[in-house]
């Protein structure tokens, strides 16, 4: 689980901000003409006098209107099977669904426009697969998936909000989080990727596992991946955020499909440690920089605000760190 790091985060927030609010005022305006039911009265305007704090509010903000929303309307306040109408009514005014449609006006700002501003390349859930957003001649091809990090389900308020919007991968998405609550008041559980990653705190290691230690270590079929803490203690020592966030994307479990790339590093720096030392010396002289040297060498990003750039840049850097760091 990554960082998501942009340069200009408070300003595509404030755009993302800018360009749905006419929209959304647009729909509110004419139900509040409409509704002479109070509790609905309310609730548009609720919606409306705070529409730029649901849409830009920081993720521990949300919390705050969470709760407001909860001691105004808390009688209506349930999840989508339980209370339709309510649903219904802020899922028509806030209206993810036509968001994220593909067939939305391309120059209209959508879900295509947000994760092309947002130029995330690769999931920060899993740091495994590819998230880039292409177009050609303005049709719209692929985008990555925008996870509702607080369930649309259950917190529909929240189905339009910047930091409640995180591109990912369909995997971790639709297979892995479905709609595993996660409450705004229990933030602190988790880790959110715009306001973390597991750093040092959830650092990637290996173990070898080989019964008969007389083969090499750096078979991919001798090891096995590892979360641990800055102590190296198991994944049960760790934070419980990052517990938590490893449980519901399955983390260790699917990378111990990629101990090749663990046994690829190893081979490099231990069995062919003479050669590869050199070789790694030779760019000295070239006056490049640490990140420079790793990145010619392993193909990956050396610091923690690039590995949005490319798969298993966590793994690589935690796993170089530990055999030459
Ligand atoms: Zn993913």
């Given at each position: 689980m990554i960082k998501i790091h942009l340069e200009n985060e408070d300003e595509i927030c404030e755009k993302h901000y800018l360009s749905c609010k006419d929209a959304i005022l647009g729909r509110i305006e004419p139900k509040l003409d409409d509704s002479d039911i109070s509790d609905f009265h309310n609730l548009l305007n609720f919606i409306k006098q705070k529409l730029e704090e649901i849409l830009t509010k920081k993720p521990d903000g949300l919390a705050t209107i969470h709760n407001d929303f909860v001691r105004q309307f808390g009688s209506i306040v349930k999840p989508k099977k339980d209370n339709i109408q309510t649903y219904n009514l802020i899922d028509e005014i806030l209206n993810y669904t036509s968001f994220s449609s593909k067939a939305t006006n391309s120059t209209k700002w959508d879900a295509y426009k947000l994760a092309e501003a947002v130029n995330v390349s690769v999931c920060p859930y899993c740091n495994r697969l590819y998230t880039n957003t292409v177009t050609k001649d303005e049709k719209k091809i692929v985008r990555p998936d925008f996870d509702h990090f607080f369930p649309k389900s259950l917190y529909p308020l929240f189905q339009m909000s910047f930091y409640n919007l995180i591109p990912s991968c369909t995997i971790c998405n639709s297979r892995l989080k479905g709609n595993r609550h996660v409450n705004p008041n229990e933030l602190h559980n988790y880790v959110h990727p715009y306001l973390s990653g597991?750093?040092?705190?959830g650092r990637f290691t290996y173990k070898d596992i080989a019964k008969d230690k007389t083969h090499a270590i750096s078979s991919k079929w001798n090891l096995r991946i590892e979360i641990t803490n800055k102590k190296k203690q198991k994944l049960d020592d760790c934070k419980l955020q990052i517990k938590n966030n490893c449980a519901m994307f399955k983390i260790e479990e699917i990378y111990q499909m990629h101990t090749d790339v663990v046994a690829d590093m190893i081979d490099r720096c231990h069995k062919y440690n003479d050669i590869y030392v050199d070789f790694l010396k030779s760019f000295d002289s070239l006056g490049l920089s640490k990140s420079e040297i790793y990145k010619i060498a392993f193909g990956n990003y050396y610091n923690s605000k690039d590995?949005?750039?490319?798969?298993?840049s966590k793994l690589t850097r935690d796993i170089y760190d530990e055999l030459l760091g």
């Open positions: 597991f750093g040092e705190d590995f949005q750039k490319r798969p298993l």
